[in-house]
Protein backbone atom coordinates (compact mmCIF):
# COMPACT_ATOMS: atom_id res chain seq x y z
CA UNK A 1 0.00 0.00 0.00
CA UNK A 2 2.96 2.57 0.70
CA UNK A 3 4.12 1.47 -2.87
CA UNK A 4 1.40 1.97 -4.35
CA UNK A 5 0.84 5.89 -2.51
CA UNK A 6 4.47 6.45 -3.56
CA UNK A 7 3.83 5.71 -7.31
CA UNK A 8 0.69 7.73 -7.16
CA UNK A 9 1.94 10.47 -6.20
CA UNK A 10 4.52 10.49 -8.48
CA UNK A 11 2.01 9.78 -11.23
CA UNK A 12 -0.35 12.54 -10.26
CA UNK A 13 2.26 14.97 -9.62
CA UNK A 14 3.41 15.17 -13.30
CA UNK A 15 1.35 17.79 -15.49
CA UNK A 16 2.79 17.62 -18.73
CA UNK A 17 3.33 14.60 -20.70
CA UNK A 18 4.69 16.73 -23.50
CA UNK A 19 8.14 15.29 -23.26
CA UNK A 20 7.83 11.68 -22.88
CA UNK A 21 7.24 9.54 -26.27
CA UNK A 22 3.13 8.48 -26.97
CA UNK A 23 3.75 5.25 -25.92
CA UNK A 24 5.14 6.21 -22.33
CA UNK A 25 2.39 8.63 -21.79
CA UNK A 26 0.31 6.08 -22.10
CA UNK A 27 1.50 3.74 -19.50
CA UNK A 28 1.88 6.65 -17.66
CA UNK A 29 -1.73 7.45 -18.20
CA UNK A 30 -3.15 3.57 -17.55
CA UNK A 31 -0.74 3.20 -14.50
CA UNK A 32 -2.49 6.32 -13.22
CA UNK A 33 -6.13 5.67 -14.34
CA UNK A 34 -5.84 2.02 -11.91
CA UNK A 35 -4.02 3.41 -9.22
CA UNK A 36 -5.98 6.32 -8.52
CA UNK A 37 -9.08 3.72 -8.42
CA UNK A 38 -7.26 1.41 -6.35
CA UNK A 39 -6.74 4.19 -3.79
CA UNK A 40 -10.04 6.09 -4.32
CA UNK A 41 -8.65 9.13 -5.49
CA UNK A 42 -11.23 10.96 -7.57
CA UNK A 43 -8.52 13.46 -8.09
CA UNK A 44 -6.10 11.35 -9.69
CA UNK A 45 -8.82 10.34 -12.17
CA UNK A 46 -9.36 14.20 -13.17
CA UNK A 47 -5.49 14.70 -13.75
CA UNK A 48 -5.91 11.38 -15.77
CA UNK A 49 -8.61 12.96 -18.34
CA UNK A 50 -6.79 16.18 -18.18
CA UNK A 51 -3.21 14.69 -19.27
CA UNK A 52 -5.04 12.44 -22.14
CA UNK A 53 -7.12 15.31 -23.43
CA UNK A 54 -3.63 16.65 -24.03
CA UNK A 55 -2.07 13.89 -25.55
CA UNK A 56 -4.82 13.26 -28.29
CA UNK A 57 -3.65 16.87 -29.18
CA UNK A 58 -0.50 15.40 -30.38
CA UNK A 59 -0.12 13.34 -33.61
CA UNK A 60 -1.05 9.39 -32.43
CA UNK A 61 -1.30 6.49 -34.85
CA UNK A 62 -4.86 5.10 -34.85
CA UNK A 63 -4.17 2.15 -32.47
CA UNK A 64 -2.55 4.83 -30.40
CA UNK A 65 -5.88 6.94 -30.36
CA UNK A 66 -7.74 3.91 -29.69
CA UNK A 67 -6.22 3.40 -26.69
CA UNK A 68 -6.57 6.77 -25.25
CA UNK A 69 -10.08 6.72 -25.90
CA UNK A 70 -10.10 3.05 -23.64
CA UNK A 71 -8.53 4.75 -20.82
CA UNK A 72 -10.42 7.94 -20.84
CA UNK A 73 -13.65 5.29 -20.84
CA UNK A 74 -12.19 3.63 -17.55
CA UNK A 75 -11.32 7.36 -16.01
CA UNK A 76 -14.44 8.56 -16.36
CA UNK A 77 -16.49 4.87 -15.26
CA UNK A 78 -13.75 4.92 -12.46
CA UNK A 79 -15.06 8.48 -11.60
CA UNK A 80 -18.76 7.69 -11.76
CA UNK A 81 -18.01 4.40 -9.71
CA UNK A 82 -16.86 6.35 -7.06
CA UNK A 83 -19.17 8.98 -7.09
CA UNK A 84 -21.77 7.09 -6.87
CA UNK A 85 -20.52 5.03 -3.82
CA UNK A 86 -20.68 8.36 -1.72
CA UNK A 87 -24.09 9.59 -3.03
CA UNK A 88 -25.74 6.25 -3.66
CA UNK A 89 -26.56 7.66 -6.72
CA UNK A 90 -27.04 4.54 -9.00
CA UNK A 91 -30.28 4.64 -10.70
CA UNK A 92 -29.96 8.50 -11.37
CA UNK A 93 -30.99 8.37 -15.23
CA UNK A 94 -29.48 11.71 -16.07
CA UNK A 95 -25.15 10.86 -15.50
CA UNK A 96 -22.46 12.57 -17.03
CA UNK A 97 -19.74 9.83 -16.01
CA UNK A 98 -21.76 7.33 -17.91
CA UNK A 99 -22.20 9.39 -21.05
CA UNK A 100 -18.34 10.09 -21.87
CA UNK A 101 -17.45 6.44 -20.78
CA UNK A 102 -19.97 4.82 -23.54
CA UNK A 103 -18.71 7.92 -25.92
CA UNK A 104 -15.12 6.54 -25.55
CA UNK A 105 -15.59 3.32 -25.96
CA UNK A 106 -17.61 3.94 -29.21
CA UNK A 107 -14.55 6.00 -29.89
CA UNK A 108 -12.34 3.48 -29.40
CA UNK A 109 -14.14 0.96 -31.89
CA UNK A 110 -14.47 3.46 -34.40
CA UNK A 111 -11.29 4.05 -35.03
CA UNK A 112 -9.08 2.30 -37.59
CA UNK A 113 -6.26 1.61 -35.72
CA UNK A 114 -8.62 -1.20 -33.70
CA UNK A 115 -7.21 -4.37 -35.71
CA UNK A 116 -3.37 -3.06 -35.12
CA UNK A 117 -4.58 -3.74 -30.94
CA UNK A 118 -4.55 -7.14 -28.89
CA UNK A 119 -7.27 -9.38 -28.89
CA UNK A 120 -6.90 -9.13 -25.31
CA UNK A 121 -8.03 -5.47 -25.20
CA UNK A 122 -10.38 -5.29 -28.11
CA UNK A 123 -12.11 -7.68 -25.80
CA UNK A 124 -11.62 -5.21 -23.19
CA UNK A 125 -13.64 -2.28 -24.92
CA UNK A 126 -16.33 -4.80 -26.14
CA UNK A 127 -17.14 -6.17 -22.62
CA UNK A 128 -16.58 -2.93 -20.76
CA UNK A 129 -19.33 -0.98 -23.69
CA UNK A 130 -21.52 -4.25 -23.10
CA UNK A 131 -21.36 -3.62 -19.32
CA UNK A 132 -22.33 0.14 -19.41
CA UNK A 133 -25.17 -0.79 -21.79
CA UNK A 134 -26.13 -3.13 -19.81
CA UNK A 135 -26.02 -0.86 -16.60
CA UNK A 136 -27.94 1.60 -18.10
CA UNK A 137 -30.79 -0.56 -19.28
CA UNK A 138 -29.56 -1.46 -22.81
CA UNK A 139 -29.63 -5.42 -22.03
CA UNK A 140 -30.15 -6.32 -25.60
CA UNK A 141 -27.42 -4.46 -26.88
CA UNK A 142 -25.02 -5.58 -24.38
CA UNK A 143 -25.89 -9.17 -25.19
CA UNK A 144 -23.96 -8.25 -28.41
CA UNK A 145 -20.98 -6.48 -27.29
CA UNK A 146 -20.33 -9.19 -24.98
CA UNK A 147 -20.89 -12.39 -27.89
CA UNK A 148 -18.47 -9.89 -30.20
CA UNK A 149 -15.95 -10.01 -27.31
CA UNK A 150 -16.16 -13.74 -27.03
CA UNK A 151 -15.56 -14.40 -30.27
CA UNK A 152 -12.74 -12.44 -30.46
CA UNK A 153 -11.63 -14.16 -27.27
CA UNK A 154 -13.32 -17.27 -25.99
CA UNK A 155 -11.22 -17.63 -22.66
CA UNK A 156 -12.65 -13.83 -22.08
CA UNK A 157 -13.85 -14.73 -18.49
CA UNK A 158 -15.06 -11.37 -17.40
CA UNK A 159 -16.76 -11.28 -20.66
CA UNK A 160 -18.66 -14.36 -20.15
CA UNK A 161 -19.47 -13.71 -16.78
CA UNK A 162 -20.93 -10.25 -17.23
CA UNK A 163 -23.08 -11.76 -20.04
CA UNK A 164 -24.25 -14.44 -17.99
CA UNK A 165 -25.38 -11.96 -15.38
CA UNK A 166 -27.10 -9.80 -17.66
CA UNK A 167 -28.96 -12.73 -19.23
CA UNK A 168 -30.24 -13.12 -15.41
CA UNK A 169 -31.09 -9.47 -14.83
CA UNK A 170 -32.97 -9.76 -18.24
CA UNK A 171 -34.27 -13.28 -17.65
CA UNK A 172 -36.16 -11.14 -14.69
CA UNK A 173 -37.93 -8.84 -17.09
CA UNK A 174 -39.90 -11.04 -19.12
CA UNK A 175 -43.98 -11.98 -18.54
CA UNK A 176 -42.93 -15.42 -20.27
CA UNK A 177 -41.37 -17.85 -17.70
CA UNK A 178 -40.71 -20.38 -20.04
CA UNK A 179 -38.09 -17.93 -22.10
CA UNK A 180 -37.10 -16.86 -18.66
CA UNK A 181 -35.82 -19.98 -18.05
CA UNK A 182 -34.54 -20.25 -21.66
CA UNK A 183 -32.08 -17.69 -20.40
CA UNK A 184 -31.16 -18.76 -16.81
CA UNK A 185 -30.27 -22.06 -18.09
CA UNK A 186 -27.67 -20.50 -20.86
CA UNK A 187 -26.52 -18.20 -18.06
CA UNK A 188 -25.30 -20.89 -15.81
CA UNK A 189 -22.42 -22.10 -18.05
CA UNK A 190 -21.37 -18.88 -18.64
CA UNK A 191 -21.53 -18.10 -14.98
CA UNK A 192 -19.70 -21.73 -13.82
CA UNK A 193 -16.99 -20.86 -16.54
CA UNK A 194 -15.95 -17.67 -15.02
CA UNK A 195 -15.75 -18.46 -11.67
CA UNK A 196 -13.89 -20.77 -12.96
CA UNK A 197 -11.12 -18.86 -14.17
CA UNK A 198 -8.99 -16.36 -12.83
CA UNK A 199 -11.15 -13.16 -12.37
CA UNK A 200 -11.04 -10.04 -10.28
CA UNK A 201 -12.15 -10.66 -6.78
CA UNK A 202 -14.65 -7.79 -6.82
CA UNK A 203 -16.59 -9.74 -9.67
CA UNK A 204 -16.35 -12.98 -7.88
CA UNK A 205 -19.07 -12.03 -5.18
CA UNK A 206 -22.20 -10.84 -7.60
CA UNK A 207 -21.23 -14.19 -10.21
CA UNK A 208 -21.25 -16.63 -7.52
CA UNK A 209 -24.50 -15.10 -6.23
CA UNK A 210 -25.97 -15.09 -9.96
CA UNK A 211 -25.29 -18.41 -10.29
CA UNK A 212 -26.81 -19.66 -6.66
CA UNK A 213 -29.85 -17.84 -7.53
CA UNK A 214 -30.43 -19.96 -10.68
CA UNK A 215 -29.61 -22.77 -9.02
CA UNK A 216 -32.55 -22.34 -6.59
CA UNK A 217 -34.93 -21.53 -9.08
CA UNK A 218 -33.79 -24.28 -11.38
CA UNK A 219 -33.03 -28.61 -11.04
CA UNK A 220 -30.12 -29.73 -12.35
CA UNK A 221 -32.60 -31.38 -14.80
CA UNK A 222 -33.22 -28.35 -16.28
CA UNK A 223 -30.34 -26.80 -16.53
CA UNK A 224 -28.76 -30.12 -17.90
CA UNK A 225 -31.93 -29.81 -20.79
CA UNK A 226 -30.84 -30.95 -24.66
CA UNK A 227 -30.21 -27.85 -26.76
CA UNK A 228 -32.75 -29.68 -29.05
CA UNK A 229 -35.38 -28.28 -27.49
CA UNK A 230 -34.16 -24.91 -28.94
CA UNK A 231 -32.87 -26.09 -32.49
CA UNK A 232 -35.53 -29.09 -33.57
CA UNK A 233 -38.36 -26.29 -35.43
CA UNK A 234 -39.21 -25.90 -39.17
CA UNK A 235 -38.40 -22.70 -40.50
CA UNK A 236 -40.48 -22.56 -42.85
CA UNK A 237 -42.61 -24.19 -46.02
CA UNK A 238 -40.22 -23.20 -48.97
CA UNK A 239 -36.52 -22.60 -49.07
CA UNK A 240 -36.98 -18.88 -49.97
CA UNK A 241 -39.19 -18.48 -46.22
CA UNK A 242 -36.31 -20.66 -44.65
CA UNK A 243 -33.01 -18.68 -46.51
CA UNK A 244 -35.36 -15.33 -44.66
CA UNK A 245 -35.59 -16.68 -41.23
CA UNK A 246 -31.91 -17.82 -41.03
CA UNK A 247 -30.83 -14.05 -41.80
CA UNK A 248 -33.40 -12.79 -39.44
CA UNK A 249 -31.40 -15.31 -36.96
CA UNK A 250 -28.59 -14.35 -37.92
CA UNK A 251 -28.60 -10.79 -37.43
CA UNK A 252 -30.50 -11.09 -34.14
CA UNK A 253 -33.58 -9.51 -35.60
CA UNK A 254 -36.70 -11.43 -34.64
CA UNK A 255 -38.59 -9.82 -31.91
CA UNK A 256 -38.40 -12.49 -29.51
CA UNK A 257 -35.94 -12.41 -26.83
CA UNK A 258 -34.53 -16.03 -27.17
CA UNK A 259 -32.96 -14.83 -30.44
CA UNK A 260 -30.56 -13.04 -27.99
CA UNK A 261 -29.08 -16.25 -27.34
CA UNK A 262 -28.05 -16.95 -30.27
CA UNK A 263 -29.97 -17.97 -33.95
CA UNK A 264 -31.77 -21.13 -32.94
CA UNK A 265 -34.88 -21.86 -34.53
CA UNK A 266 -36.86 -21.64 -31.87
CA UNK A 267 -36.55 -18.05 -31.90
CA UNK A 268 -37.55 -18.08 -35.48
CA UNK A 269 -40.85 -16.41 -34.73
CA UNK A 270 -42.01 -12.73 -33.57
CA UNK A 271 -43.99 -13.77 -30.16
CA UNK A 272 -43.12 -10.54 -28.50
CA UNK A 273 -46.10 -8.87 -27.34
CA UNK A 274 -47.73 -6.03 -25.66
CA UNK A 275 -47.87 -7.02 -21.79
CA UNK A 276 -51.49 -7.21 -20.42
CA UNK A 277 -52.47 -3.70 -19.89
CA UNK A 278 -55.16 -2.60 -16.91
CA UNK A 279 -57.32 0.24 -18.28
CA UNK A 280 -60.06 2.09 -17.94
CA UNK A 281 -63.89 -0.10 -18.43
CA UNK A 282 -64.87 2.13 -21.27
CA UNK A 283 -61.50 2.15 -22.92
CA UNK A 284 -60.72 -0.15 -25.92
CA UNK A 285 -57.68 -2.49 -27.08
CA UNK A 286 -55.94 0.92 -28.20
CA UNK A 287 -52.78 -0.08 -26.78
CA UNK A 288 -53.07 -3.63 -28.52
CA UNK A 289 -53.82 -1.99 -31.80
CA UNK A 290 -50.70 0.20 -31.56
CA UNK A 291 -48.47 -2.21 -30.48
CA UNK A 292 -49.66 -4.74 -33.45
CA UNK A 293 -48.92 -2.29 -36.38
CA UNK A 294 -45.35 -1.24 -34.93
CA UNK A 295 -44.68 -4.90 -35.06
CA UNK A 296 -46.31 -5.02 -38.48
CA UNK A 297 -43.98 -2.06 -39.56
CA UNK A 298 -40.73 -3.27 -37.90
CA UNK A 299 -41.41 -7.01 -39.71
CA UNK A 300 -42.13 -5.38 -43.07
CA UNK A 301 -39.39 -3.18 -43.10
CA UNK A 302 -37.28 -6.01 -41.97
CA UNK A 303 -37.93 -8.19 -44.46
CA UNK A 304 -37.71 -4.83 -47.41
CA UNK A 305 -33.89 -5.21 -45.92
CA UNK A 306 -33.44 -8.39 -46.35
CA UNK A 307 -35.23 -7.96 -50.03
CA UNK A 308 -32.83 -5.26 -50.73
CA UNK A 309 -29.62 -6.01 -49.49
CA UNK A 310 -29.48 -9.79 -51.07
CA UNK A 311 -30.72 -9.25 -54.81
CA UNK A 312 -28.65 -11.23 -57.76
CA UNK A 313 -30.38 -10.10 -60.20
CA UNK A 314 -32.68 -6.99 -61.63
CA UNK A 315 -36.15 -6.74 -61.01
CA UNK A 316 -38.61 -7.01 -63.80
CA UNK A 317 -39.91 -3.55 -63.14
CA UNK A 318 -37.06 -1.78 -63.87
CA UNK A 319 -36.88 -3.37 -67.25
CA UNK A 320 -37.71 -0.35 -69.45
CA UNK A 321 -37.64 2.75 -66.74
CA UNK A 322 -35.07 5.35 -69.09
CA UNK A 323 -32.78 6.68 -66.50
CA UNK A 324 -29.30 8.77 -67.48
CA UNK A 325 -26.43 8.02 -66.34
CA UNK A 326 -24.53 10.50 -64.08
CA UNK A 327 -21.35 9.52 -64.54
CA UNK A 328 -20.66 8.65 -60.40
CA UNK A 329 -21.61 4.69 -60.09
CA UNK A 330 -25.19 5.27 -59.24
CA UNK A 331 -27.89 2.82 -58.32
CA UNK A 332 -30.95 3.13 -59.52
CA UNK A 333 -33.10 -0.23 -58.88
CA UNK A 334 -36.19 -1.32 -56.93
CA UNK A 335 -33.71 -3.17 -54.09
CA UNK A 336 -32.16 0.06 -53.49
CA UNK A 337 -35.30 1.62 -52.76
CA UNK A 338 -36.48 -1.12 -50.42
CA UNK A 339 -33.86 -0.25 -48.48
CA UNK A 340 -34.39 2.80 -48.40
CA UNK A 341 -38.26 2.63 -47.81
CA UNK A 342 -36.81 0.10 -44.66
CA UNK A 343 -34.68 3.39 -43.39
CA UNK A 344 -37.57 5.39 -43.19
CA UNK A 345 -40.06 2.87 -41.89
CA UNK A 346 -37.71 1.95 -39.10
CA UNK A 347 -36.81 5.29 -38.14
CA UNK A 348 -40.25 6.66 -37.73
CA UNK A 349 -40.95 3.51 -35.14
CA UNK A 350 -38.38 5.38 -32.92
CA UNK A 351 -41.12 8.26 -32.29
CA UNK A 352 -44.26 6.20 -32.42
CA UNK A 353 -42.42 4.26 -29.68
CA UNK A 354 -42.60 7.75 -27.99
CA UNK A 355 -46.39 8.59 -28.73
CA UNK A 356 -46.82 5.34 -27.25
CA UNK A 357 -45.42 6.45 -24.37
CA UNK A 358 -47.15 9.73 -23.93
CA UNK A 359 -50.63 7.94 -23.99
CA UNK A 360 -49.32 5.24 -21.93
CA UNK A 361 -47.67 6.91 -19.14
CA UNK A 362 -50.24 9.99 -19.27
CA UNK A 363 -47.55 12.61 -20.18
CA UNK A 364 -49.66 15.07 -21.59
CA UNK A 365 -47.16 16.32 -23.92
CA UNK A 366 -48.80 17.90 -27.14
CA UNK A 367 -48.94 15.60 -30.03
CA UNK A 368 -46.93 17.20 -32.13
CA UNK A 369 -44.04 18.03 -29.84
CA UNK A 370 -43.61 14.45 -29.43
CA UNK A 371 -40.22 13.09 -30.05
CA UNK A 372 -38.49 10.01 -28.90
CA UNK A 373 -35.42 12.23 -28.59
CA UNK A 374 -37.38 14.59 -26.57
CA UNK A 375 -40.14 13.07 -24.54
CA UNK A 376 -38.24 12.62 -21.57
CA UNK A 377 -37.55 16.19 -20.45
CA UNK A 378 -39.77 18.56 -18.86
CA UNK A 379 -39.39 21.43 -21.46
CA UNK A 380 -37.20 22.60 -24.53
CA UNK A 381 -34.41 23.32 -24.03
CA UNK A 382 -34.36 20.50 -21.89
CA UNK A 383 -32.51 23.06 -19.15
CA UNK A 384 -35.35 22.06 -16.53
CA UNK A 385 -34.15 18.62 -16.50
CA UNK A 386 -36.10 15.31 -16.40
CA UNK A 387 -39.67 14.88 -16.20
CA UNK A 388 -40.59 13.79 -12.61
CA UNK A 389 -42.04 10.95 -14.05
CA UNK A 390 -38.53 9.23 -14.81
CA UNK A 391 -36.11 10.86 -11.94
CA UNK A 392 -34.97 7.94 -10.15
CA UNK A 393 -37.49 5.50 -11.56
CA UNK A 394 -36.45 1.99 -11.11
CA UNK A 395 -37.98 0.81 -14.27
CA UNK A 396 -35.17 -0.75 -15.92
CA UNK A 397 -35.62 -1.07 -19.37
CA UNK A 398 -37.25 2.01 -19.38
CA UNK A 399 -34.50 3.56 -18.85
CA UNK A 400 -32.66 1.72 -21.29
CA UNK A 401 -35.16 3.76 -23.58
CA UNK A 402 -34.19 6.90 -22.54
CA UNK A 403 -31.07 6.03 -22.83
CA UNK A 404 -31.43 5.15 -26.42
CA UNK A 405 -33.18 8.08 -27.40
CA UNK A 406 -29.37 9.87 -26.49
CA UNK A 407 -28.30 7.76 -29.76
CA UNK A 408 -30.25 10.02 -31.77
CA UNK A 409 -29.64 13.35 -33.34
CA UNK A 410 -32.00 16.69 -33.47
CA UNK A 411 -31.44 19.90 -34.94
CA UNK A 412 -32.69 21.46 -31.91
CA UNK A 413 -29.29 23.16 -30.53
CA UNK A 414 -30.19 21.68 -26.71
CA UNK A 415 -30.80 17.72 -28.96
CA UNK A 416 -27.43 18.42 -31.38
CA UNK A 417 -25.43 16.49 -28.82
CA UNK A 418 -25.52 12.68 -29.14
CA UNK A 419 -23.99 9.68 -27.68
CA UNK A 420 -23.91 7.80 -31.41
CA UNK A 421 -20.69 9.34 -33.97
CA UNK A 422 -22.83 8.41 -36.74
CA UNK A 423 -26.22 9.83 -35.18
CA UNK A 424 -26.28 13.01 -36.89
CA UNK A 425 -25.40 11.16 -40.22
CA UNK A 426 -28.52 9.03 -39.30
CA UNK A 427 -30.30 12.10 -39.00
CA UNK A 428 -29.17 14.02 -42.30
CA UNK A 429 -30.01 10.83 -44.41
CA UNK A 430 -33.61 10.43 -42.89
CA UNK A 431 -34.21 14.53 -43.59
CA UNK A 432 -32.97 13.79 -47.03
CA UNK A 433 -35.17 10.88 -47.85
CA UNK A 434 -37.83 12.55 -47.01
CA UNK A 435 -37.85 16.07 -48.02
CA UNK A 436 -34.80 16.35 -50.43
CA UNK A 437 -32.75 13.83 -52.15
CA UNK A 438 -30.35 11.08 -51.05
CA UNK A 439 -28.30 8.98 -53.93
CA UNK A 440 -26.40 5.75 -53.30
CA UNK A 441 -23.33 4.82 -55.64
CA UNK A 442 -21.78 1.35 -56.18
CA UNK A 443 -18.05 1.21 -54.53
CA UNK A 444 -16.63 1.67 -57.92
CA UNK A 445 -17.37 5.93 -56.82
CA UNK A 446 -14.41 7.46 -55.75
CA UNK A 447 -16.29 9.87 -53.62
CA UNK A 448 -16.72 13.32 -53.67
CA UNK A 449 -14.10 15.32 -55.19
CA UNK A 450 -11.86 17.46 -53.48
CA UNK A 451 -12.35 21.33 -53.76
CA UNK A 452 -9.45 22.02 -55.94
CA UNK A 453 -10.55 19.55 -59.13
CA UNK A 454 -12.70 22.12 -60.31
CA UNK A 455 -13.22 19.27 -63.26
CA UNK A 456 -14.31 16.63 -61.24
CA UNK A 457 -16.50 19.43 -59.45
CA UNK A 458 -18.28 20.67 -62.47
CA UNK A 459 -19.18 17.05 -62.79
CA UNK A 460 -20.70 16.35 -59.43
CA UNK A 461 -24.32 16.01 -58.60
CA UNK A 462 -24.27 18.91 -55.42
CA UNK A 463 -28.25 18.71 -54.91
CA UNK A 464 -27.36 14.98 -53.94
CA UNK A 465 -26.71 13.89 -50.26
CA UNK A 466 -24.30 11.28 -52.03
CA UNK A 467 -23.47 7.85 -49.79
CA UNK A 468 -22.10 4.27 -50.73
CA UNK A 469 -24.63 1.98 -51.16
CA UNK A 470 -23.15 -0.48 -49.09
CA UNK A 471 -22.11 1.75 -46.14
CA UNK A 472 -26.08 2.98 -46.51
CA UNK A 473 -27.03 -0.67 -46.12
CA UNK A 474 -24.93 -1.13 -43.00
CA UNK A 475 -26.36 1.99 -41.43
CA UNK A 476 -30.01 0.39 -42.48
CA UNK A 477 -28.75 -2.37 -40.66
CA UNK A 478 -27.87 -1.15 -37.59
CA UNK A 479 -31.29 1.21 -37.10
CA UNK A 480 -33.00 -2.12 -37.42
CA UNK A 481 -31.39 -3.50 -34.44
CA UNK A 482 -31.72 -0.12 -32.51
CA UNK A 483 -35.24 -0.71 -33.17
CA UNK A 484 -35.67 -4.32 -32.88
CA UNK A 485 -34.00 -3.44 -28.63
CA UNK A 486 -36.10 -0.64 -28.27
CA UNK A 487 -39.64 -2.12 -28.83
CA UNK A 488 -37.86 -5.10 -26.91
CA UNK A 489 -37.70 -2.15 -24.13
CA UNK A 490 -40.99 -0.89 -24.94
CA UNK A 491 -42.56 -4.14 -23.93
CA UNK A 492 -41.05 -4.93 -20.94
CA UNK A 493 -40.91 -1.41 -20.09
CA UNK A 494 -44.65 -1.57 -19.79
CA UNK A 495 -44.44 -4.98 -18.15
CA UNK A 496 -42.21 -3.62 -15.30
CA UNK A 497 -44.83 -0.38 -15.24
CA UNK A 498 -48.12 -2.65 -14.93
CA UNK A 499 -46.38 -4.89 -12.02
CA UNK A 500 -45.76 -1.59 -9.83
CA UNK A 501 -49.35 -0.34 -10.46
CA UNK A 502 -50.80 -3.31 -9.68
CA UNK A 503 -48.62 -3.23 -5.94
CA UNK A 504 -50.20 -0.06 -5.50
CA UNK A 505 -53.73 -0.98 -6.11
CA UNK A 506 -56.26 -2.05 -3.94
CA UNK A 507 -55.98 -5.68 -3.02
CA UNK A 508 -59.43 -6.06 -3.83
CA UNK A 509 -60.27 -4.42 -6.38
CA UNK A 510 -61.54 -6.87 -9.25
CA UNK A 511 -59.93 -6.52 -12.57
CA UNK A 512 -62.16 -8.41 -15.22
CA UNK A 513 -60.00 -9.58 -18.34
CA UNK A 514 -60.55 -8.97 -21.49
CA UNK A 515 -59.17 -11.82 -23.50
CA UNK A 516 -57.95 -11.16 -26.90
CA UNK A 517 -57.71 -13.84 -30.03
CA UNK A 518 -54.48 -14.27 -32.03
CA UNK A 519 -54.83 -12.68 -36.28
CA UNK A 520 -54.96 -15.85 -38.51
CA UNK A 521 -51.86 -16.01 -40.74
CA UNK A 522 -53.94 -16.74 -43.67
CA UNK A 523 -56.07 -13.03 -43.35
CA UNK A 524 -52.66 -11.38 -43.89
CA UNK A 525 -52.45 -10.22 -47.50
Not at 194 to 223: N, T
Not at 234 to 249: A, H, K, P, Q, T
Not at 277 to 286: F, H, N, S, T
Not at 304 to 311: C, H, P, R, S
Request: net charge negative.
Amino acid sequence: MVQNEALYESLVSVEDLTELPVEEALVHIGQLVDLSMDLGRVEGLRRALQLSEDLQNRSLTPAQLATSHYFLANAWSNIGRLSKALTNGAWEWEQEELEKEMIHLRKALRTDGLSELPDERIGQILTNLGNVMDHVGRFVEAIEYWDRALRILPSLSMARGNRGMGLVRYALLLYDQGHALALLRHAHPDLTAALSSPIPEHARGPFDACRAGIESKMSPAELRADSADMDGFVLGDSENEIEYRLWCLSNSLFLNPLNDLGPWPIAARDVLVQPSIVVGIDEGPYYAGFFNQMKQEFASARYLLYDGINAVRPHFSDREVLLFNTLDYPTYCLAAEKTKAAFRMLYSLLDKIAYFLNHYLALSIPERSVKFRTLWYVSQPRNKGLRPEFQGSRNWPLRGLYWLSKDLYEAETDFSESLEPDAKELWEIRNHLEHKYLKLHTDEWGGPPSSEDETLRGLTDTLAFSRYRRDFEAKTMRLAKMVRAGLIYLSLAIHSEERRRAQERDPDAIIPGMPLGTCDDRWKF
